[in-house]
């Protein structure tokens, strides 16, 4: 059952319109570190693209992609040209907008970690001085440090540039916080915009809305209605060409740390008093610091470590996570399940399980919030189960919202109950696709707006919490324990849900 909610392209009542305006950003030159590489070509190239397809980006912006490769301008642009066509949905390319855009695109040949060789850049930069500056950070971690003493000595980081660094932002509390010492020795942290694109993802937008502008929500927002909560991100790519990088990382750094615990927030955190960046991310820092950590005693039921062999992905067969590192020996993880508990009036009691994989059964990311029982039935025995109500945010694909409810058989027989879903899909409701998050927090930053960023205080209250789980992992030597490709995981991450009398949510694949 789908509901179309509203014909949006003609306003509301008030005859206001409910369709969102692109605000054009300012003239700005940007400058991508790592401009060759993954990042570049399959994400921020196609979001600037879409935006400058729209009129968004100013008048004589520049895109400066900045690596050690000794590229021609035209040689960047033509590679530049084949990451869109690779990367965009075909329909999108047109040969006017790329035009338009192949005109900003420029190469600039720098070590980002050399202390010299920068006037080539200042050069480039001084042409317009009236200009946004960004630096785009698309590197190592481990290089954001060394790159903002070196723009600043430069003389390029000047009190309006701003930086961008993308998540991880360290690989525990400690690095995390030295690489946001060192880079805020030269940033203000106003002007420091670390990404974390789910964060630009509409519907994780959307769980603001969902809770905070519908009355009915509140009151049954707390542990006294909700039995537990369940966060999935499951993918059915492998490490692959990124196996290198991966297996320094793992899913828990790769994907707990950012993505879900920002998504553990939203869901968790108390009503802001505004909507503004303060206040939502004072309240998400009070649910940071009110996780139980994870202790040598406890982890061993409260998480799942697992990493894929060999198995059929949707009908195809793919290589293991050790034939990917062509033998290597590692242990580390490409799933994790974890059960978190809060430990605040809202939520004392409900358990909030997180999971995510590589290589699993399918592609999906969901958020269900499992109600309680009703307190008391007044229907005959016979007349069916009464399943509690479920609500599912369907975050990727298909983004929505589905509400179970019990409803009666219809019939002139006996009493029967059967759930149906109330299921909203936003696509169909709003007739149109949804943007990249990289198109968004792209004109954020170019806004200057920090509201979608993470502050350094919630990545490094992450990382405190993530550190329980790091150090207990470690003192237990806990394996991560085999699942075949193309599954749902290890075995272990349904006890973990079956221990506490529940199961895992799947959408349908
Ligand atoms: C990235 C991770 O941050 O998010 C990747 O580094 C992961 O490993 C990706 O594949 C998932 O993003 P999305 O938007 O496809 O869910």
Redesign the pocket.
């Known amino acids: 059952m789908k509901y179309h909610l509203v014909q949006i392209d003609s306003g509301d009542e008030n005859g206001e319109s409910t369709m969102s305006k692109f605000i054009p950003a300012e003239p700005f030159d940007l400058v991508i570190f790592g401009g060759t590489g993954d990042l570049a070509k399959r994400k921020l190239l196609p979001a600037l693209y879409h935006r400058d397809a729209d009129g968004q980006l100013g008048e004589g912006s520049r895109i400066i992609a900045s690596s050690r490769k000794d590229l021609t301008r035209e040689a960047f642009q033509a590679m530049a040209r084949t990451a869109l066509c690779e990367h965009l949905p075909d329909r999108d390319f047109n040969e006017d907008t790329w035009a338009r855009f192949a005109d900003r695109l420029h190469h600039h040949r720098q070590d980002v970690t050399a202390s010299e060789g920068w006037d080539g850049l200042q050069a480039l930069l001084a042409n317009d001085p009236g200009h946004i500056r960004v630096f785009y950070l698309a590197t190592l971690p481990s290089l954001y440090g060394p790159a903002a003493r070196n723009l600043s000595a430069a003389g390029l980081a000047e009190p309006s540039s701003r930086i961008v660094l993308e998540?991880p932002v360290g690989s525990d509390f400690d690095s995390a916080r030295t690489i946001n010492d060192e880079v805020g020795e030269y940033f203000s942290e106003s002007s420091i915009f670390r990404i974390?694109?789910?964060l630009g993802?509409e519907t994780v937008q959307n769980l603001m809305a969902l809770r905070f502008a519908n009355a009915l929500m509140e009151p049954l927002w707390r542990g006294s209605a909700i039995d537990h909560v369940q966060i999935t991100?499951a993918?059915q790519?492998g490490?692959g060409g990124?196996a290198a990088f991966?297996d320094r990382?793992g899913t828990l750094r790769?994907?707990l740390q950012?993505?879900m615990m920002q998504l553990l927030c939203l869901v968790a955190m108390e009503p802001p008093a505004r909507m503004n960046h303060e206040d939502i991310r004072g309240e998400k820092i009070k649910v940071l610091r009110a996780l139980r950590t994870i202790t040598p005693q406890t982890v061993e039921r409260a998480t799942v470590r697992g990493q894929y062999t060999s198995g059929a992905v949707d009908g195809e067969l793919v290589a293991g996570y050790l034939e990917e590192l062509e033998g290597q020996a590692s242990s580390t993880e490409t799933f994790v399940a974890v059960k978190a508990e809060i430990d605040n009036w809202r939520w004392a009691g409900t358990p909030f399980y997180l999971r995510s994989g590589?290589r699993l059964a399918g592609?999906f990311?969901q958020i269900v919030i499992q109600f309680r029982p009703i307190a008391h039935s007044i229907f005959p025995n016979d007349a069916g189960s009464l399943q509690p109500n479920r609500l599912t945010i369907r975050?990727?694909p298909d983004e929505g919202v589905e509400l179970s409810v019990m409803t009666k058989v219809p019939g002139p027989g006996e009493f029967k109950m059967h759930p149906l879903p109330l299921d909203l899909s936003f696509a169909e409701a709003y007739d149109k696709g949804y943007p990249d998050?990289y198109e968004r927090l792209l004109m954020e930053v170019l806004r200057g707006d920090p509201a979608l960023f993470m502050h350094r205080d919630e990545v490094e209250c992450a990382w405190n919490w993530i550190d329980g789980i790091i150090d207990s992992w470690a003192s237990k030597n806990m394996p991560a324990q085999p699942y075949v490709a193309g599954t749902w995981g290890p075995t272990d991450a349904v006890r973990l849900l079956d221990r506490d009398g529940r199961e895992w949510f799947h959408p349908d694949v």
Request: aromatic share 10%.
């Open positions: 998540k974390d694109h789910y993802k991100v993918e790519l490490a990124r991966y990382t790769d994907m950012n993505h590589k592609k990311s975050l990727q998050a």
